[in-house]
T-cell receptor, first 112, second 113 residues
Framework: GQQLNQSPQSMFIQEGEDVSMNCTSS?????WLWYKQDPGEGPVLLIA?????ELTSNGRLTAQFGITRKDSFLNISASIPSDVGIYFC????????????FGKGITLSVRP | DAGITQSPRYKITETGRQVTLMCHQT?????MFWYRQDLGHGLRLIYY???????DKGEVPDGYVVSRSKTENFPLTLESATRSQTSVYFC????????????FGDGTRLSIL
């Protein structure tokens, strides 16, 4: 089946640093989504991307839909302690009953 | 604006018992989903529903049953719970099948002893 690859499993950065996360797939997707999960809560949508090459920002977050439609990246600039959490990428095919394929997530730790 | 709510938030039960996890959304979204989240596996789809009375299996449906008699509710039942079903369960919904993002509840942490 389809799989989304996110690595490494964990990242440790210093407060104020920028961090970039990648998500790659062996299959093409029509939509890429980035979610963040805080401890004890459900995933919350950060950014949705609908077009190859699209670059979208949400505050300090920027995400891009890869030209090949097989990858996406998320960049967090000037990290702060509340950026701590698990970041998931998800891909969706059109006509797939809205089913998402998720990566396994990257746990981000921010040192003050 | 309640959104999507799951109950209970925490549940402990014993193997062999039946347990039902509830999911309720106030958006009138057509699609609803159940996932389980386990270390090392991320989010895996159990069942989904495109509308009332329409349900379909996801990646890991064995041992689970769902129903959708009303658009706003999508309960998940473990008919005879096993230890391997200890997990965190998330419900999600989305308005259409046209690429709209899914919105998640806060989860139910289920422990089976």
């Amino acid at each position: 089946g389809q799989q989304l690859n996110q690595s490494p499993q964990s990242m440790f950065i210093q407060e104020g640093e920028d961090v970039s996360m990648n998500c790659t797939s062996s299959s093409i997707f029509n939509t890429w989504l980035w979610y963040k999960q805080d401890p004890g809560e459900g995933p919350v949508l950060l950014i949705a991307l609908y077009k190859a090459g699209e670059l979208t920002s949400n505050g300090r977050l920027t995400a891009q839909f890869g030209i090949t439609r097989k990858d996406s990246f998320l960049n967090i600039s000037a990290s702060i302690p509340s950026d701590v959490g698990i970041y998931f990428c998800a891909g969706q095919l059109s006509g797939a009953n809205s089913k998402l394929t998720f990566g396994k997530g990257i746990t981000l730790s921010v040192r003050p | 604006d309640a959104g999507i709510t799951q109950s209970p938030r925490y549940k402990i039960t014993e193997t062999g018992r039946q347990v039902t996890l509830m999911c309720h959304q106030t958006w009138s979204h057509s699609y609803m989903f159940w996932y389980r989240q386990d270390l090392g596996h991320g989010l895996r789809l159990i069942y989904y529903s495109a509308a009332a009375d329409i349900t379909d299996k996801g990646e890991v449906p064995d041992g689970y049953v769902v129903s959708r008699s009303k658009t706003e509710n999508f309960p998940l039942t473990l008919e005879s719970a096993t230890r391997s079903q200890t997990s965190v369960y998330f419900c999600a919904s989305t308005p259409t099948g046209g690429g709209q993002p899914q919105h998640f509840g806060d989860g139910t942490r289920l422990s089976i002893l």
